[in-house]
């Protein structure tokens, strides 16, 4: 079965902390995405990549960076956490196929927070 | 560039009660649909989708919908609702060609027994 996993559920970091997010996926997909959730907006993309060590910007990249070495693993970075980057992140995968317009598979969700 | 636009950002219905959530995009070019569920504590996962063919698309769980072109709408259904289906429940848009998957800002499902 297809499984995105991300290395955490719940974080609680501080404000001026560089924080790491992961990313695995067990698909082989080409695909992979960083959104944010945050109520009332629905999801936002951060960053994607549809390739290993290719990244491109999503509508909200500021404050934000990625690196993916492999290509099972996405991971984001939160150079110097702020308060208002306190959220929902939520990884995803898709095959690349024809394009883009394949069902994006989810993680479960790291709710962080930043004090 | 497509957009989506839920009405609705909290629906209630009655168990056993017809489920309609509402969904309209905004595309110059035909679209690919998506909705997904999400569940409390959980990530997104897909309900069904609308490529090409045949307009009534049917997902899991009972739930449908149909892409009607003349309204630029998508919206989901579900004849008699369950107390399972309580859940926020997600509209997204993509063109062909295009890189980004657009969401609504989601509408949030209660049943009420």
């Known amino acids: 079965d297809v499984k995105v996993t991300q290395s955490s559920r719940y974080l609680v970091k501080r404000t001026g902390e560089k924080v790491f997010l992961e990313c695995v996926q067990d698909m082989d997909h080409e695909n992979m995405f960083w959104y944010r959730q945050d109520p009332g907006l629905g999801l936002r993309l951060i960053y994607f990549?549809?390739?290993?060590?290719?990244?491109e910007k999503g509508d909200i990249p500021e404050g934000y960076s990625v690196s993916r070495e492999k290509k099972e693993r996405f991971s984001l970075i939160l150079e110097s956490a702020s308060t208002n980057q306190t959220s929902m992140y939520l990884c995803?995968?898709?095959?690349?196929?024809?394009?883009?317009?394949?069902?994006?598979?989810f993680g479960d969700g790291t709710r962080l927070s930043i004090l | 560039a497509q957009s989506v636009t839920q009405l609705g950002s909290h629906v209630s219905v009655s168990e056993g009660a017809l489920v309609l959530l509402r969904c309209n995009y905004s595309?110059?070019?035909?679209?690919?649909l998506f909705w997904y569920v999400q569940y409390p504590n959980q990530g997104l996962q897909l309900l069904l989708k609308?490529?090409?063919?045949?307009?009534l698309v049917k997902g899991i769980n009972g739930f449908e919908a149909e892409f009607k072109k003349s309204e630029t709408s998508f919206h989901l259904t579900k004849p008699s609702a369950h107390m399972s289906d309580a859940a926020e429940y997600f509209c997204a848009v993509i063109i062909q060609g295009a890189q980004k998957l657009v969401f609504g800002q989601g509408t949030r499902l209660t049943i009420n027994p």
């Open positions: 990549s549809y390739d290993v060590k290719m990244k």
């Open positions: 609308y490529t090409t063919g045949a307009t």
């Open positions: 595309s110059s070019v035909p679209p690919y």
């Open positions: 995803a995968s898709s095959p690349q196929g024809a394009g883009f317009h394949q069902p994006q598979h």
